[in-house]
């Protein structure tokens, strides 16, 4: 069990726009820690998509975007484009575990 | 370009030992604080180390604690870790990670390609 849930799977057609939810815990996310959002392509490593709840490194579009409120964060992806499919991570800091815990993982399908 | 790679993993048998390590490139590893992340076939991340720029304070996740061991030498702009007393379900893919300096509460900003250690007899 992952300390941070989020759905194993979410989809939509090329086009359209989803969210991810991950929910958190008082010791994380509810502490207002800032969540991060990470994207894995099959056999690599993740790759940072949004920082600090709703930042995007350099070279990340605007098609990505983060949000936060109380225990849960949202990343949503707009325009979808048939390679946004992957695995989606959401990551915040524990207070209890002196360490960073990650969300099981959403593996996006793009219809 | 800031790189890390990691190497080291293999396969062992249970209750054997490895150690990993991961070098760094591009940037002035000594001022960033590390760590390791794994993920097992099929599953998500985990972080299961921390070692701060100086090596002071160092983290476990209770799984690992008292079995693996992290450390650094920043003159070599090394990560290790250190793995005893392995066991099957220690199998997984090893990442090194650094953590963002700007980014939050603990974001990591670069990853490693991973080192792949399997345990099994």
């Known amino acids: 069990q992952s300390v941070l849930t989020q759905p194993p799977s979410v989809s939509g057609a090329p086009g359209q726009r989803v969210t991810i939810s991950c929910t958190g815990s008082?010791?994380?996310?509810?502490?207002?820690?800032?969540v991060h959002w990470y994207r894995q392509l099959p056999g690599t490593a993740p790759k940072a998509l949004v920082y600090?709840?709703?930042h995007r490194p350099s070279g990340v579009p605007d098609r990505f975007s983060g949000s936060k409120s109380g225990t849960s964060a949202s990343l949503a992806i707009s325009g979808l484009q048939a390679d946004d499919e992957a695995d989606y991570y959401c990551?915040?800091?524990?207070?209890?575990?002196?360490?960073?815990?990650f969300g099981g993982g959403t593996r996006l399908t793009v219809l | 370009e800031d790189q890390l790679v990691e190497s080291g993993g293999g396969l062992v048998q249970p209750g054997g030992s490895l150690r990993l390590s991961c070098a760094a490139s591009?940037?002035?590893?000594?001022?960033?604080?590390m760590v390791w992340v794994r993920q097992a076939p099929g599953k998500g991340l985990e972080w299961i180390s921390y070692?701060?720029?100086?090596?002071?304070?160092?983290?476990?996740t209770d799984s690992v604690r008292g079995r693996f061991s992290i450390s650094r030498d920043n003159a070599k702009n090394s990560l290790y870790l250190q793995m005893d007393r392995l066991r099957v379900n220690d199998t997984a893919v090893y990442y090194c990670?650094?953590?963002?300096f700007g980014w939050g509460d603990y974001g990591l900003d670069v990853w490693g390609q991973g080192t792949t250690v399997t345990v099994s007899s």
């Open positions: 990551q915040a800091y524990d207070s209890s575990l002196n360490g960073p815990v």
């Open positions: 008082s010791s994380n996310i509810g502490a207002n820690f800032d």
């Open positions: 600090g709840n709703n």
């Open positions: 591009g940037f002035t590893f000594s001022v960033y604080n």
């Open positions: 070692i701060s720029s100086s090596s002071s304070p160092i983290y476990y």
């Open positions: 990670a650094r953590r963002a």
